[in-house]
């Protein structure tokens, strides 16, 4: 499924959709080039799922961990692995045991980069820039 977003707000929108559709156990690869809109789709993930807390951008941390206000998904875990050597640098901080969360919805910005770690079973977002303003965020 394809969509366009005309701006940062409607990435936000179409995230929040996505977050509807969360079970749980969900780890989720989102690729897409610096300043794709990344970490705008991850914050409308949040929202979707009750967060209240401010999203920022893991870049420096890693990994930042949210709880949530849903049932069903009590976790969200939040990667970029933009910064990383080595995918066992991810791995070492746990990546595996919070991927296998159950309750966990797993976002990884950078997904390449630990290519060995990641499920086979897994959703993959590609955000493409079209112009300026313009996203194509492809859901697969
Ligand atoms: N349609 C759009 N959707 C999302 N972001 C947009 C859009 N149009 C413009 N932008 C801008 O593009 C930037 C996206 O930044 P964001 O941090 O989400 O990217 P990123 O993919 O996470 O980058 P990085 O790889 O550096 O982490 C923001 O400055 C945002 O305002
Ligand atoms: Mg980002």
Redesign the pocket.
């Known amino acids: 499924m394809k969509y366009l977003?005309?701006?940062?707000?409607?990435?936000?929108a179409l995230g929040k959709k996505i977050a509807a559709t969360f079970a749980g156990g969900e780890v989720v690869a989102?690729h897409?080039?610096?300043?794709?809109?990344?970490?705008?789709?991850?914050?409308g993930i949040a929202i979707g799922l009750g967060i209240k807390n401010k999203i920022t951008?893991p870049?420096f941390v890693l990994m930042n961990i949210y709880q949530t206000k849903n049932k069903t998904v009590t976790e969200l875990v939040h990667l970029?692995c933009?910064r990383i050597n080595n995918y066992h640098e991810m791995e070492m901080i746990g990546f595996n045991e919070y991927a296998q969360n159950p309750k966990a919805v797993t976002l990884i910005?950078?997904p390449e980069k630990i290519a060995p770690l990641l499920p086979k079973i897994r959703r993959e977002i590609f955000?493409r820039l079209r112009s300026?303003?313009?996203?194509e965020?492809e859901i697969k």
């Open positions: 977003t005309k701006n940062e707000k409607e990435t936000m989102l897409g080039d610096l300043g794709a809109g990344k970490t705008t789709l991850a914050k951008s870049t970029d933009y910005e950078w955000i300026d303003q313009q996203r965020i």
